[in-house]
């Protein structure tokens, strides 16, 4: 069992990084392997819809996208860590996840996904949502902690100072080791929920 970590962070030993740490050493503590990609520096363009991704099922620009598309299809479950910008997440991260959700033709029912915050001190909230919301359309269960999934600090230092943050964090390691357990066992079990596919909503009749 294997979560894939994402620092959408450009500073890979700061506020992100730190708070990705606590969870990495729960899940590692609860048997669950980690892989950890710094990608908030690299330099991620945005989807130009192309459709290539369609045809070919890779993403027409051959860069870290493929690279995590094929770590994320063998992984269990994602988190998605971002500093917050303007009460939004880091834009590299948001264009690298419009093209790897989209260009990614693998069935991520079930996988689970997390969003991690950091801010020095506000609209962490927003921008959680906003990650979160490419879970909630992909049939991924969102592991959640004992409060929203943030750390506060200006530094990687101001983190250590926020005790209920990283608390925050080792509870959602722990949450999300559990959902993968859970959910291993279940499929073994029962399977996994029937997805229904084939309908689509256009509006074509122009109502």
């Given at each position: 069992m294997k979560v894939l970590i994402l620092n959408g962070s450009p500073n890979s030993n700061g506020c992100t990084a730190r708070a990705l740490e606590e969870v990495e050493k729960t899940l590692n503590k609860e048997g669950i392997d980690t892989e950890v990609m710094v990608v908030g520096n690299r330099g991620v363009r945005g989807c130009i819809s192309c459709r290539h991704c369609v045809k070919y099922g890779k993403c027409v620009f051959d860069d870290i996208v493929n690279e995590i598309s094929y770590k994320f299809e063998e992984a269990d479950g994602i988190i998605i860590g971002t500093p917050v910008y303007y009460a939004g997440a880091n834009g590299t991260i948001l264009s690298l996840l419009?093209?790897?959700?989209?260009?990614?033709?693998f069935d991520k029912s079930m996988k689970v996904g997390a969003a991690?915050?950091?801010?020095?001190?506000?609209?962490?909230?927003?921008?959680?949502?906003?990650?979160?919301?490419?879970?909630?359309?992909?049939?991924?269960?969102?592991?959640?902690?004992?409060?929203?999934?943030?750390?506060?600090?200006?530094?990687?230092?101001?983190?250590?100072?926020?005790?209920?943050?990283?608390?925050?964090?080792?509870?959602?390691?722990?949450?999300?080791?559990?959902?993968?357990?859970?959910?291993?066992?279940?499929?073994?079990?029962?399977?996994?929920?029937?997805n229904e596919r084939g309908e689509f909503t256009s509006f074509s009749d122009g109502l």
């Open positions: 419009d093209r790897l959700f989209y260009s990614s033709s991690v915050m950091s801010s020095r001190r506000a609209g962490s909230t927003s921008a959680f949502d906003e990650i979160n919301k490419y879970f909630t359309i992909s049939n991924m269960p969102i592991i959640s902690s004992s409060y929203w999934n943030e750390v506060h600090g200006s530094s990687a230092s101001d983190v250590e100072k926020d005790l209920e943050g990283l608390q925050t964090m080792r509870n959602l390691g722990r949450n999300m080791a559990f959902m993968i357990k859970s959910i291993h066992l279940g499929k073994a079990k029962y399977g996994l929920p029937k």
